[in-house]
């Protein structure tokens, strides 16, 4: 089984034009170099109901095995991706913001002031990544074992 990953860019600048998305790329980017199949993407400004909606969309279509978002979870006042995703799931996955927070943390000491989230909505595990481009590397570096055991688990293959 192929994971499949879906990518939402959450920023108000790229929305806008004025700033070329990098994080994203590179979500996209790790993707392909770890043979999961990239179903969707897309980009929506830094607002609570463009993002659940965007959310809600591909978990209760099962577009994604795993949503990765990018942006928004610091604590600028347009900062709501949390919130956003925390609308939406329905059973909390607190380890996954742990571990990539703790792995960043050694050589990034402002990775403690992530506020991401992780969590699953249907069949699909929604996790939050920084939006800058370090952040997002740190995150998919924890993120890569976990993608094909995840997909196999929420396709309802559960066996260890």
């Known amino acids: 089984m192929t994971p ?5 860019i959450i920023s108000d600048s790229v929305t806008s034009g004025e700033r070329t998305d990098k994080s994203g790329a590179a979500i996209v980017a790790w993707a392909g ?5 990239v179903t969707a993407q897309a980009v929506v400004p830094d607002e609570v109901g463009a993002i659940i909606s965007q959310l809600c969309a591909w978990a209760d279509g099962n577009i994604a095995d795993v949503i990765l978002t990018t942006g928004g979870t610091g604590f600028g ?9 925390r609308a939406v799931i329905t059973r909390d996955a607190p380890g996954i913001p742990e571990a990539i927070r703790a792995a960043a943390f050694p050589t990034t000491p402002k990775a403690a002031l992530s506020r ?10 929604i ?3 920084p939006g800058s481009l370090g952040g997002v ?5 924890v993120m890569t074992s976990l993608v094909p055991h995840i997909a196999q688990l929420l396709q309802g293959d559960t066996e260890h």
Do not use: Y
């Open 137 to 141: 590397r740190d995150g998919l570096a």
């Open 116 to 125: 991401a989230i992780a969590g699953t909505r249907a069949a699909s595990l």
């Open 77 to 85: 006042p347009r900062d709501v991706t949390p919130e956003a995703t």
């Open 4 to 8: 499949r990953i879906a990518v939402l």
């Open 127 to 129: 996790v939050n990544l």
């Open 33 to 37: 170099v770890h043979d999961f199949r």
